[in-house]
C-alpha cells in the first residue's frame, strides 16, 4: 500500500509546477510487481491527472486576480501562452511532455479552458505516456 501511495503522491507532484518526476518510481514498481501494472499505472495516472488539475485551477485564479498581472513578465509563461492562442486545445495533448506540460495545464486554466475538455484531453495524454512507458518496461523484462 506504501508503494502505491508513494507513486500517486509522485505522479502529483510532478504534474505540478514543481518540478519533480514520477516515472523512475513507476518503472521501478513495474519491474518489483509485475502483476500490478495495469494497477500502478491508473494509480500514477490519476495522481498526475490530479497534479494537472491543481495548475488548471492556478490558472483560473490567476485569470480572475491580479496575479495575471504579476506573470506578463514572465517570458516562459509568455511563450506558453502565445502557443496556446495559436493551438487552443491541442496544445494539451502535450501535457506529458517534461518542462512543457505542466506550464501548459497552467495556461488552460489561464485561458479559460473548459473543465471537461480539460480533463478528458490530459487523461488521454497523460495515461497514454503512462500506458507506453509500463508497455516498454513489461516488454524489456520479457
Avoid: H
Avoid at 82 to 100: A, V
Avoid at 109 to 115: A, D, N, Q, T, W
Avoid at 121 to 127: E, L, M, N, P, R
Amino acid at each position: 500500500m506504501e508503494a502505491y501511495l508513494s507513486l500517486f503522491a509522485s505522479s502529483l507532484v510532478a504534474a505540478t509546477l514543481i518540478p519533480a518526476q514520477s516515472e523512475a518510481l513507476l518503472v521501478g514498481l513495474i519491474v518489483y510487481q509485475p502483476t500490478q501494472v495495469a494497477l500502478l499505472i491508473i494509480v500514477a495516472s490519476v495522481g498526475n491527472v490530479l497534479g494537472a488539475l491543481i495548475n488548471w485551477m492556478l490558472g483560473r485564479f490567476f485569470a480572475q486576480s491580479a496575479g495575471k498581472r504579476m506573470f506578463k513578465d514572465s517570458s516562459r509563461l509568455r511563450k506558453v501562452t502565445s502557443w496556446y492562442e495559436r493551438f487552443g486545445w491541442l496544445t494539451l495533448l502535450g501535457s506529458w511532455l517534461p518542462i512543457i506540460g505542466d506550464p501548459l495545464t497552467f495556461c488552460a486554466g489561464l485561458m479559460k479552458e473548459p473543465l471537461w475538455r480539460f480533463l478528458l484531453i490530459v487523461s488521454f495524454a497523460k495515461t497514454g505516456r503512462y500506458l507506453v512507458l509500463g508497455w516498454l518496461t513489461v516488454s524489456s523484462l520479457s
